[in-house]
């Protein structure tokens, strides 16, 4: 079963960083741009940032241009979202998503795997 999972999601103060993961299982990541999306209560999902499959970057949102780090570990099958200086306004719950294709997509296509999402709350 071609499965992604996030994890890291929680509550941090506003300041403070996270780093959220995306592993997968059933399938290989290499060859596979991998987004990270989020969707605030009441608003419509964006994108974030995109890591393609040589990993260069594509920013998806300017807000949280640097702030937010993308990575990928091929070895360990898992995509890391790294978010520093987080603010209210970051609060969403983040989704990854994959695409079998070498450049990241625009930030609008249809990825073909999502995973189920993880709750990231900054509060005081």
């Known amino acids: 079963q071609l499965q992604l999972v996030e994890s890291g999601g929680g509550l941090v103060q506003p300041g403070g960083s996270l780093r959220l993961s995306c592993a997968a299982s059933?399938?290989?990541?290499?060859?596979?741009?991998i987004g990270w999306f989020r969707q605030a209560p009441g608003k419509e999902r964006e994108g974030v940032l995109c890591i393609n499959s040589g990993g260069g970057r594509l920013l998806y949102a300017d807000s949280v241009e640097g702030r937010f780090i993308v990575s990928r570990d091929n070895a360990k099958n898992t995509v890391y979202l790294e978010m520093n200086s987080l603010k209210p306004e970051d609060t969403a719950v983040y989704y990854c998503?994959?695409?079998?294709?070498?450049?990241?997509?625009?930030?609008?296509?249809?990825?073909?795997?999502w995973g189920q999402g993880t709750q990231v709350t900054v509060s005081s």
């Open positions: 059933g399938f290989s990541l290499d060859g596979y741009s």
């Open positions: 998503a994959a695409q079998m294709y070498y450049f990241c997509p625009d930030s609008g296509y249809q990825f073909e795997y």
